[in-house]
């Protein structure tokens, strides 16, 4: 149960830095020296382009969230689905197990879920439909599987 306590407390602790991060870049977006100097379509193209060189460094976020998403979800067993992806972002061995956790394996976990809540942050209340579900199940997912 203590797993589960502390995955409520980390998922509370991101929950409020989101929160902290986007009052202060909305503050930042919404003062009119900023809406003068940077029109909407340069906001959505830098934003756009963040995203991809941010997404691209880690195996992770490489795919679609939704690939990704359903690949930490399922289990590591035999005729589960798309096995290829797991094993790909090394989740699961080729023979159908779990991989071993490790250091590398964890601080991957953790720096795609850091990735997307910077992401989640630069884009919310922008002119751009980036939503916060799908980002919020992948940060959720990746901590969840760095605790097992």
């Known amino acids: 149960y203590v797993i589960f306590m502390l995955l409520g407390i980390i998922g ?3 929950g409020a830095t989101f929160n902290a991060i986007n009052i202060r870049w909305s503050a930042l ?3 009119p020296s900023f809406r003068r100097r940077v029109h909407a379509i340069v906001e959505v193209t830098m934003i756009a382009l963040i995203t991809l060189i941010s997404s691209w460094p880690l195996t992770i ?4 969230s939704a690939d990704a998403i359903h690949a930490m979800f399922e289990d590591c067993g035999p ?3 798309n096995s290829a ?4 972002l090394r989740l699961c061995t080729e023979d159908g197990h779990y991989t071993e956790v490790s250091r590398g394996l964890v601080f991957s976990l953790a720096a795609a879920a850091a990735v997307r809540l910077f992401q989640m942050t630069l884009t919310f209340g922008t002119a751009c439909p980036a939503g916060l579900f799908v980002p919020s199940l992948f940060i959720g997912a990746s901590l969840g599987r760095c605790a097992g």
Do not use: E
């Not at 992806?85 to 790909?88: A, D, K, S, T």
């Open 29 to 31: 977006r919404a003062r």
């Open 12 to 14: 509370g602790l991101v």
């Open 85 to 88: 992806l797991r094993v790909h």
């Open 79 to 81: 005729n589960t689905g």
């Open 61 to 64: 976020t490489q795919p679609l």
